[in-house]
C-alpha cells in the first residue's frame, strides 16, 4: 500500500509540505511447519520518522506437534505488557496445564519512529491456561535500558461469576521498588439492551517525559469508572463513562452517541477549580456510488488516555474521496488546528492511496 501526502498536515511538524510512505505486508507458509511474515514500510525522513525504512515484523517460524518456535523481529502482547524483541519466542502448548512462553532478546524496539537495532535488552517468561471467558495468566519479565534494569511481575484473569457478571483483572508489580506498575479490574453485566460496568485503572510510567509538555516521570492516579452502554437500535448505540480519580479532585463524564452515519461526542467534568467540557461532532455519507464525503469538529475535546486537561482547543476537517476502481482512492480535504501545544494550521491537499 502506497501513500503520498501533500500539504503534509502534523501538528508537530507543520513546515513540511510533503509525505509518502509504502507499507509492504507478506506472509507465506512452506509445508506445515515453517512459514514467514514481515510488515515495512518505507517513506519520507522527517523529524518524528528518523529512519525512513522501518522493520516493524519479520518472523519465521516453525510448529512441530504442540511446540512452536519463532526467529526475527517479534511481538508479544498481553493483558500485562507489550514488548518489541529482535530474538526469538518458544511456546508449548498442553491441553490440561496450559501453555508455557519463553520471549526475549537483546535488541528490544521501543520507538518505531526509528526500527534500528537498539542497545536494550528483554525477557519474559509466562503462562496462561484457558480461552477468553476463562482464563489465566502469570508472567515475570526484566527490561533494561541503558544501564537500568526493572524486573516486573504480574497475573491476570477473566471469568464468569454467578449471575452472569463478567470479570476481568490484570496487576503487575516492579520488584525493585516494591510498587504496584499497573491495575485494571472491570466488572461488567448484560440487562437487555444495555451493559453495565465499572472497575478501577492505574498505571506508572517509568521512562521520563511520555509526553512533550511534560518533565517528569508520570503516574497515573487509581481511576474508578462506572459505564453503561446501550444498543437501542440496529443503527443506534450510545456509550457512557464516569471517571474518579482518587485522591485527585478530578471527575469526567464521557458520552458517545452513534446514529448511522452521525457521531457525537460530550466531555463534561472538573478538574479541581476548572471546568472540563468538550464537543466532538462528525458525519459522512455519500454522494454517489465511487463519491463519498465527512467532516468533524471537536471543541475543546484534547484528551491522551487517562490525562484530561481543560484547555481551549478546536479543531475543523472536512473531505471528500473518490474511488475511481477498486484499489485506488483519491482524497481531497482541508483541515484546521487551533491548539495551544502545537501551531495554528489551516491547510488543504490530496491524499492519493494505491494498493497493488
Same mark, same amino acid.
Request: glycine share 6%; proline share 6%; net charge positive.
Given at each position: 500500500t502506497t501513500t503520498t501526502l501533500t500539504p503534509r498536515v502534523s501538528m508537530l511538524q507543520a513546515e513540511e509540505e510533503f509525505f509518502w510512505n509504502s507499507v509492504l505486508h507478506y506472509s507465506q507458509k512452506f509445508g506445515k511447519s515453517f512459514s514467514f511474515r514481515t510488515q515495512m514500510e518505507f517513506g519520507s525522513e522527517t523529524a518524528s520518522l528518523p529512519n525512513p525504512y522501518r522493520i516493524y515484523d519479520l518472523t519465521i517460524q516453525y510448529q512441530l506437534k504442540n511446540h512452536t518456535v519463532a526467529l526475527g523481529r517479534l511481538t508479544h502482547w498481553s493483558n500485562l505488557v507489550l514488548a518489541h524483541v529482535d530474538g526469538f519466542k518458544y511456546q508449548l502448548d498442553t491441553k490440561k496445564l496450559g501453555s508455557v512462553i519463553a520471549f526475549g532478546g537483546f535488541d528490544a524496539v521501543i520507538d518505531f519512529s526509528d526500527t534500528a537495532f537498539t542497545d536494550n535488552k528483554f525477557f519474559l517468561l509466562g503462562w496462561a491456561k484457558g480461552q477468553p471467558g476463562k482464563a489465566i495468566n502469570f508472567s515475570f519479565w526484566n527490561e533494561n535500558h541503558g544501564e537500568e534494569s526493572s524486573s516486573f511481575f504480574g497475573g491476570g484473569f477473566s471469568y464468569r461469576l454467578p449471575l452472569d457478571i463478567r470479570s476481568s483483572a490484570s496487576?503487575?508489580?516492579?520488584?525493585?521498588?516494591?510498587?504496584?506498575?499497573?491495575? @485494571? +479490574?472491570?466488572?461488567?453485566?448484560?440487562? &437487555?439492551? *444495555? %451493559?453495565?460496568?465499572? &472497575?478501577?485503572?492505574? =498505571? =506508572?510510567? +517509568?521512562?521520563?517525559? !511520555?509526553? #512533550?509538555?511534560?518533565?517528569?516521570?508520570?503516574?497515573? #492516579? !487509581?481511576?474508578? *469508572?462506572? &459505564?453503561? @452502554?446501550? =444498543?437501542? &437500535? %440496529?443503527r443506534f448505540f450510545w456509550f457512557n463513562q464516569l471517571n474518579q480519580r482518587l485522591g485527585k479532585a478530578v471527575t469526567y463524564l464521557r458520552s458517545s452517541a452513534n446514529y448511522a452515519n452521525y457521531s457525537l461526542t460530550l466531555l463534561l467534568g472538573k478538574n479541581g477549580d476548572q471546568t472540563i467540557t468538550g464537543l466532538n461532532l462528525g458525519a459522512r455519507g455519500k454522494l454517489a456510488s465511487a463519491i463519498s464525503y465527512g467532516s468533524s469538529v471537536g471543541i475543546n475535546s484534547i484528551g491522551y488516555s487517562d490525562i484530561i486537561e481543560p484547555v481551549n482547543s478546536l479543531g475543523l476537517y472536512g473531505y471528500m474521496t473518490w474511488n475511481p476502481a477498486d484499489l485506488i482512492s483519491l482524497r481531497l480535504f482541508a483541515r484546521y488546528y487551533q491548539n495551544p501545544y502545537y501551531e495554528y494550521d489551516l491547510r488543504g491537499g490530496m491524499v492519493l492511496n494505491v494498493a497493488l
Open positions: 496487576l503487575a508489580f516492579a520488584l525493585a521498588d516494591k510498587q504496584i506498575y499497573r491495575t @485494571n +479490574l472491570r466488572l461488567s453485566k448484560s440487562l &437487555g439492551k *444495555h %451493559t453495565v460496568s465499572t &472497575g478501577i485503572r492505574q =498505571r =506508572r510510567y +517509568l521512562t521520563a517525559e !511520555p509526553y #512533550p509538555w511534560t518533565d517528569d516521570k508520570y503516574s497515573s #492516579p !487509581p481511576q474508578l *469508572h462506572l &459505564g453503561v @452502554n446501550s =444498543r437501542l &437500535g %440496529t
